[in-house]
């Protein structure tokens, strides 16, 4: 069975720019979450979607958003990208959105903003 | 917010076994104590999850002592490929399966 898909998985962008970033979770799976990591730090929590719906948020702003569509897959857009926004972004899926589940991860797309 | 603390480091040789202990002063008394993995430029990796006493699965133990104030991933003989990132994963917040990430221990297994 494949994982967790990202795409893409590296990409540059410039200040101010806009950024798409998609995942494609474990076939079943209904949930997905979105992560970013700084480097030399864990990830921290973005958001949560289940069955199309945000389940949960992060402490990010606005100029991040995210949405799931009817195959489950999602995308996470980030508008007027800063410098601070370069990192690696993580997608994982999980069958459900209840606490325990386990969380499976993809490779993670390696955004860096010159 | 309940918080997790652990070492920033650990070294280690090829076929010791290594603990990693983990203080969550303020778990709640339904949340369940996670680890991951994580290796260079990859997505971390579900180790082991538990509740209470002792867990055990092909790759890992885990210990939680009766007030469940901190755990302790046992790795048994290590080997090179286990030199990663090893994350105990606090409480969750709110209803929804949301992972809250720590800076995590870093392991190098030596020659």
């Known amino acids: 069975d494949a994982g967790v898909t990202q795409s893409p998985t590296h990409l540059i962008k410039t200040r101010g720019q806009h950024v798409t970033l998609r995942c494609s979770p474990i076939?079943?799976?209904?949930?997905v979450s979105w992560y970013q990591q700084v480097l030399g730090q864990g990830p921290q929590f973005i958001f949560q979607?289940?069955?199309?719906?945000?389940?949960g948020r992060g402490n990010f702003p606005d100029r991040f958003s995210a949405r799931q569509f009817p195959n489950y897959s999602s995308e996470l857009n980030v508008n007027a990208l800063l410098l601070g926004d370069s990192a690696l972004y993580l997608c994982?899926?999980?069958?459900?959105?209840?606490?325990?589940?386990?969380?499976?991860f993809g490779p993670g797309t390696r955004l860096t903003v010159l | 917010l309940a918080k997790t603390t652990q070492p920033i480091s650990m070294d280690s040789y090829e076929g010791q076994e290594v603990n990693i202990t983990c203080s969550h002063n303020?778990?709640?008394?339904?949340?369940?104590i996670t680890w991951y993995q994580q290796f260079p430029s990859q997505g971390p990796r579900f180790i082991i999850q538990?509740?209470?006493t002792k867990v055990t699965n092909e790759v890992a133990s885990l210990f939680i002592p009766a007030d469940r104030k901190s755990s302790t991933l046992s790795l048994p003989r290590v080997s090179l490929s286990d030199t990663a990132v090893y994350y105990c994963?606090?409480?969750?917040?709110?209803?929804?399966?949301?992972?809250?990430f720590g800076a995590g221990t870093r392991l190098a297994v030596h020659p």
């Open positions: 076939s079943g799976h209904k949930s």
């Open positions: 303020n778990i709640a008394t339904n949340d369940y």
């Open positions: 979607y289940y069955e199309k719906e945000e389940r």
């Open positions: 994982a899926s999980s069958l459900t959105s209840g606490r325990g589940n386990e969380q499976f």
């Open positions: 994963l606090g409480p969750f917040s709110g209803g929804y399966n949301k992972l809250i």
């Open positions: 538990g509740y209470k």
